[in-house]
């Protein structure tokens, strides 16, 4: 069981905003910064987001995140079938001392 | 642009010792700001952070609990690589395992994926 809490399906129509919720505790998302990846079939997981909110170089502006307490939230505008993947978040655990995940969450584009 | 490169067997015998390698370009693995990790995914664990190791004027290694009593992740200045050695493998410890390096404070570059099956 992953520390942290995430859907484990979303979905959309193409064109529609969806988001991805990831719930953690004091120790993590409430005490650090929450990370996004992107992880297509087959290959390995792709940085979406970092410290929250903020957007690698090359990754469009229709992916935002955010944070509030102990939960934060992947937000994809304009949905398109290329969105379709596994969403992963991610944060320092100060209790573990260590990088903690969520389950993933699929995305299906309808 | 930071390039790691994995190698290693991807069939290892229960009660054997895992070994992997993650070859970096791009960077140094005597950095002193990035940390080199090892993570692996699995259908029935999801992604698991096993640990890295780091140079801050000198080296530091940091271990999950769960594999803290069977697991080395040491660096190779000479080849810039760094390694994962797992002891004592069971079946549950197949999955794809994965280097990455943490800069700043997140992962951002991962290597390819091994996959790792534990079989006789």
């Known amino acids: 069981q992953s520390v942290l809490t995430q859907p484990p399906s979303a979905s959309g129509t193409p064109g529609q905003r969806v988001t991805i919720s990831c719930s953690g505790g004091r120790s993590n998302i409430g005490s650090d910064y929450v990370h996004w990846y992107q992880q297509l079939p087959g290959t390995a997981p792709k940085l979406l987001i970092y410290?929250?909110?903020q957007r690698p170089s090359g990754v469009p502006d229709r992916f935002s995140g955010s944070k509030s307490g102990t939960s934060a939230s992947l937000a994809i505008s304009g949905l398109r079938s290329e969105d379709e993947a596994d969403y992963y978040c991610t944060a320092w655990d100060n209790g573990l001392s260590g990088w903690v995940f969520g389950g993933g969450t699929k995305l299906t584009v309808l | 642009q930071v390039q790691l490169q994995q190698s290693g067997p991807g069939l290892v015998k229960p009660s054997q010792t895992l070994s992997l390698t993650c070859a970096i370009s791009?960077?140094?693995?005597?950095?002193?700001?990035?940390?080199w990790n090892w993570i692996r995914q699995s259908p029935s664990r999801g992604l698991e952070w096993l640990g890295r190791?780091?140079?801050?004027?000198?080296?530091?290694?940091s271990y999950e609990a769960s594999v803290r009593s069977r697991i080395n992740i040491n660096p190779d200045t000479s080849k810039n690589q760094f390694s994962l050695q797992l002891h004592s493998v069971t079946p549950e410890d197949t999955a794809v395992y994965y280097c990455?390096?943490?800069?700043?404070?997140?992962?951002?570059?991962w290597g390819q994926g091994t996959l790792v099956t534990v079989s006789s």
């Open positions: 791009g960077d140094s693995v005597s950095s002193n700001s990035a940390a």
């Open positions: 190791t780091y140079y801050r004027s000198k080296w530091y290694n």
């Open positions: 990455a390096r943490t800069n700043d404070g997140y992962v951002d570059y």
């Open positions: 410290r929250n909110n």
